[in-house]
């Protein structure tokens, strides 16, 4: 909220899990390939002339991965959000945005384990709440469907930082 940034994405990426040690294996390669740390955390909103092929290396990775799938949230002004108006925090709505971006993306039949960058050390509550109506929403009683969410560090979990 208070990033000084107009525009704020919400992204989601995902593969099955049989390919996600694959998949992190292939973005550290590519690290290792620009002579970077395996725990160098990739930011988009940071890319340097000097990393600028590392960066669209990572992109042709993205798109030649058939198994890599992304949907985004893209809120346009920041400034025309009225949390105030709505009873909420700013915290109320971006977890309010995961739902809306997340619900479209699961199908019945499938199992999905959600990792979220961590924001704040509070956040713990409003993870449990966004699975909860996200099983919800799936009529996911049993809990099979929404395996876990957690919140993790981005360098944690290579295809996060995509």
Known sequence: EHDHQGIMVLGAIWCPLEKAR???LGIRQIKSRHSLRPDFEIKWTKVSPSKAQFYLDII???????????????????TQLNHKAFGQSHDDWYFKMYFDMLKV?????????IYLDIKDTRSAPKVAKLRDV?????????????ERIQTVRSHEVEQLAL
């Open 105 to 113: 993306i699961f199908r019945p039949e499938a199992q999905y384990r």
């Open 134 to 146: 996200l099983c919800n929403n799936l009529y996911d009683f049993s809990r099979e469907i929404i």
């Open 22 to 24: 694959e998949i992190a």
């Open 60 to 78: 042709d990775f993205f798109f030649d991965e058939k198994d890599l799938h992304f949907r985004a949230l893209i809120v346009p002004d920041k």
